[in-house]
């Protein structure tokens, strides 16, 4: 079943939250974490994918403090707007958009079994690499390609939860030597590179790449099949 739920964070804002629910007892939670675009049907499209898999699967709307109902597509329009929405959302007093991570991540210890894990992409990449060193109550993370955290203070975190990410060799927005520099300032996080470009993994996007992506989502349902569906030692 998959509906919109409105989450109460914890300083009392009301938080749209799309939910897709397995057809049988969750074996955890991952909160999906959206692009610049919003809860669009791509972010839905993979939420419901990790319900197939057997999580409970919630993807909050990271932009509703500074707008509502936001819903892009990937023209060059629609990226223009999601980068004005993610300058004001990147803007917002702290801690920002990590109080609707928080919730989302109360709500799925609730509701998903005990374990949490996170998967972003793009902006939501950076968000998860943030929820990992700043959140507690995650047991896994997992970030594709995700801007801006390889530069300034971002690879000097040191994350609470095992970290996996993905990148593209040919993307424009994150150079490979800044994901190369991050490799060696975390040596636990385990860093992926494929040849592809920024947003392979959208089949909505011309960037989209099925290999690279059949890929990394091969690797980050085994790691979370590991820290989320068992018990291990960290």
Known sequence: MNETVQLTTADGCMLPTYVAR????PRAAV??????????????????????QGYLALAPALF??????VELGYTAADVEQGRMLKAAAEGLPAPGVLAD????IAYGVSQG???????GFCWGGLVV?????????????????????????EPARQPGCPVMCHFGDQDDAIPLAGVQAFAKAQPAVQ?????????????????????AAALALQRTQAFFTHHLARTNPR
Not at 22 to 25: K, V
Not at 39 to 49: E, M, P, Q, Y
Request: glycine share 14%.
């Open 22 to 25: 397995p057809g049988q007892a």
């Open 31 to 52: 909160v999906v974490l959206q692009e610049i675009f919003g809860v669009n049907s791509h972010i839905r499209a993979l939420a419901d994918g990790f319900a197939r």
């Open 64 to 69: 509703h403090r500074v707008r509502s109902g």
């Open 101 to 104: 991570v928080a919730a989302a």
């Open 113 to 119: 079994g005990g374990k949490v894990g996170v998967v």
């Open 129 to 153: 690499w943030r929820s990992a060193c700043l959140l507690p109550g995650l047991a896994a993370a997992v970030a594709y390609y995700g801007g801006g955290m390889t530069v300034g203070e």
């Open 191 to 211: 860093v992926h590179v494929y040849a592809a470009q920024h947003g392979f993994n959208c089949d909505q996007r011309a960037s989209y790449d099925a290999p």
